[in-house]
């Protein structure tokens, strides 16, 4: 593990320019005669970058993140996320609740290799990280909702992969939590560097979020267009600005799906 | 959306307040919607809503048993009073053959389901995680579990003889199963998402089985072990029926035997009591405990809300 941290140190100017992901052709049938559900996805993720997948249920954005991930294997086409690999979280916290806050973090670092010694401090500073640091000792069962879903980004975090996908873990959130949550990630995504490939169906969210917006077709599914934010300024779920590229692209996703009426 | 232009016009301040405003509404948010820790029932609702109610049921069943007994539907030499079997009771303790037997049955039960716990559970873990294994020997295991143990006992005599072996293999036979399927199911029972989420995080084989499913599969395994008790007590009490004699420890069920010999209701009565009393008391002082704990550490007793 250190050995290949070194490395990439040494290797940082080339990193830089170097996606860190990148997809080309991707194809994805689950039945050999079936419909692709996946098709020529070609996609360059540069590194720290912020990309939103966007795209009506069904489209296989899920698949496409569960190909990134590793366990699910694409059927064509070539995908490559780094050799340390990418982080996932789900949309359900999936916390262990036989185990506190805390220990379900420790578990994510042992499960890594991370020696006993420094589980414990490095647990609290990623409790820090996603602010509960208080919580530690809680069970799962004894936090809210919001709270369960950043124990599962400090456990995604706690991966250490310098790409995180998420696939829409706040859709379950209230409007408030979730807003929060836009606060805490972004803060978390500039504090950590970290490579985000966030899936959502919701394009305020996406705006909100991404520094790229991708929009996928359904039936098969592909990027069919794309927009690049403006991350400069302050970007609140109800600014103007946010609301008029948001209505900009839930018309091109209102076009899309109707293709499927007929 | 009032709540959404509070926050916005938060936003029009300078970053450093955006930030406290965000940490308060978090902190705000996190202990609304966090229980409230419920402290722990006190004494007198303990005793109302615990202690009180069965003793009342145990109450009105002596009662009706004294209430059989003035019937006169039997001649009292074959069905003692409350009265006598009291009476009997105190002089078991008295020449202390109650805690001589008692402590005979109760170590025999123990070892044997200390001894039925070590192997059933590698063998569910192995029988679950190989699927053949799963295929072939699962169904012959919910087999073992309904062919009543005793059914085992002439078996027993005829390898074993009169001796605690053929005891131990009474007991082994009744709860290995029970304990072996309460795993089983609890495996079942693990949700898909938390292997997931084991994959994901990088759990090899053995850490899966390790960390994720033997946890997650606790509350199943528990319930297995806690009929496994009941099964191997069950099991044991009608081997002592009826392996008596020889050099033999004497326990509960060879007491029972005896009552029966001298015909002595109010001995057998004794008997089965105190079998019903050890059973109940071990369920109490530790299944009850030990399931309690398991449930409410996960949120999964009534008393937790959420």
């Given amino acids: ?262 | 959306m009032p709540p959404e232009t509070s926050i916005g016009t938060a936003a029009a301040t300078t970053g450093a307040t955006t930030r406290d405003d965000a940490r308060d509404l978090e902190s705000g948010l996190d202990a609304l919607q966090t229980d409230r820790t419920l402290g722990p029932r006190t004494w007198s609702d303990r005793l109302r809503w615990s202690v009180l109610p069965p003793m009342l049921a145990v109450l009105v069943l002596v009662a009706l048993w004294q209430l059989v007994v003035w019937s006169g539907v039997r001649p009292s030499y074959t069905l003692a009073s409350p009265q006598d079997v009291w009476t009997t009771l105190r002089s078991l303790f008295a020449d202390h053959t109650a805690l001589t037997a008692i402590a005979t049955s109760v170590e025999r039960g123990v070892i044997g389901f200390v001894v039925a716990v070590l192997i059933a559970t590698p063998l569910a873990v192995l029988i679950s995680r190989v699927r053949l294994l799963r295929a072939s020997v699962g169904p012959l295991i919910t087999g073992l579990q309904v062919l009543p143990s005793v059914a085992w006992v002439p078996a027993a005599i005829l390898w074993f003889g009169v001796s605690d072996a053929t005891m131990y293999f009474v007991i082994l036979l009744g709860a290995v199963p029970s304990i072996i399927n309460g795993l089983l199911s609890g495996v079942d029972q693990v949700p898909p998402l938390f292997r997931r989420v084991g994959t994901v995080l990088g759990a090899g084989r053995w850490q899966m089985v390790r960390h994720v499913i033997l946890p997650a599969a606790m509350p199943g395994y528990v319930a297995g072990l806690r009929q496994g008790w009941a099964f191997s007590w069950r099991s044991l009490m009608a081997a002592e029926l009826i392996v008596v004699g020889g050099r033999l420890g004497f326990g509960l069920g060879a007491l029972l035997d005896q009552g029966r010999q001298l015909s002595d209701t109010s001995v057998v009565i004794a008997a089965i009591l105190l079998i019903l009393v050890v059973g109940i008391a071990v369920e109490l002082l530790f299944f009850a405990p030990l399931e309690r704990r398991i449930l409410r550490s996960r949120g999964l007793a009534a008393d937790t809300t959420r």
């Fill in chain 1, 1 to 262: 593990m250190s050995v290949d941290r070194e490395v990439s140190v040494d290797s940082a100017s080339e990193r830089r320019t170097a996606p860190a992901v990148r997809l080309s052709g991707v194809g994805k049938r689950f039945t050999t005669d079936g419909a692709p559900v996946l098709d020529g996805i070609d996609l360059a993720i540069a590194p720290g970058e912020f990309v939103c997948l966007l795209g009506a249920s069904g489209c296989g954005k899920s698949t496409l993140l569960s190909i990134m991930a590793g366990p699910e294997p694409a059927t064509s086409g070539s995908v490559d996320v780094g050799r340390e690999g990418a982080a996932l979280m789900f949309q359900e916290p999936a916390l262990f609740p036989w185990l506190t806050a805390g220990a379900n973090i420790e578990l994510a670092l042992r499960l890594r290799g991370v020696p006993a010694s420094g589980r414990r401090a490095r647990a609290g500073e990623l409790l820090d990280l996603v602010r509960l640091g208080g919580a530690g000792d809680k069970r799962v069962h004894e936090l809210s909702g919001g709270m369960r879903q950043r124990v599962a980004l400090a456990r995604s975090l706690a991966q250490e992969r310098p790409v995180l996908l998420m696939d829409e873990p706040f859709a379950a959130l209230d409007a408030i939590t979730r807003d929060l949550l836009h606060d805490e990630l972004e803060r978390i995504w500039r504090e950590t560097g970290r490579t985000i490939v966030f899936v959502t169906h919701n394009v305020r969210e996406a705006v909100r979020l991404g520094e790229r917006v991708l929009l996928m077709s359904s039936r098969p599914g592909r990027i069919v267009r794309e927009w690049r934010v403006d991350t400069s300024g302050q970007r609140r779920i109800g600014a103007p600005e946010v609301a008029a590229l948001a209505d900009e692209i839930t018309n091109d996703l209102r076009t899309e799906i109707r293709r499927h009426a007929a």
